[in-house]
């Protein structure tokens, strides 16, 4: 969407385009990471929205959706993370009530779990077992429920 403002300063008009800010999100998978088995890892978010959320953020200029992913999980997890596959991108105007955002989500694995602790704008973090979720932010909930039928699909 293009937007046409008049300059402050010479009174041209500047064109300034509206578009979705894209972020990523990572579905960290904890094999027999909870007494019930399997988990994913989630940050308590610190700022607003509040809620339980896949750790994520924003991609910053001049770095790939790829690096944006792997910089988020260490800063907001303190984990190393190995992306394993793309589970989809979604882009609902409404799914962040601060701004119109598009998610690159992919899914991985930490290289090593010990190494697990909020940082960044994560309050806490935790590992929870498959399909027992807390609240979540954004539509973090319908990207778990994707990841369960990706999951449940691909299992051989």
């Not at 009174?11 to 088995?37: A, F, K, M, Q, S």
């Not at 809620?51 to 907001?76: H, I, N, S």
């Not at 973090?125 to 498959?130: D, T």
């Amino acid at each position: 969407m293009e937007l046409k403002k008049p300059c402050p300063h010479c009174g041209e008009d500047l064109v300034i385009y509206r578009n979705p800010v894209p972020t990523v999100d990572v579905v960290i998978l904890v094999p027999d990471g909870t007494p019930d088995g399997d988990g994913v890892v989630l940050i308590k978010r610190l700022n607003p929205p509040p809620g339980w959320a896949l750790p994520g953020g924003f991609v910053d200029y001049g770095e790939t959706c790829e690096q944006a992913a792997v910089r988020e999980m260490k800063e907001e997890t303190g984990l190393d993370v190995t992306l394993t596959g793309l589970l989809g991108v979604y882009s609902d105007p409404g799914r962040d009530p601060r701004q119109h955002t598009m998610s690159v989500v992919y899914t991985g694995v930490a290289r090593n779990i010990s190494k697990l602790k909020a940082g960044d704008d994560a309050g806490k973090v935790q590992i929870f077992a498959l399909g027992k979720w807390p609240g979540l932010a954004f539509d973090h909930n319908l990207i778990l429920e994707d990841f369960l039928a990706h999951r449940g699909r691909h299992k051989g």
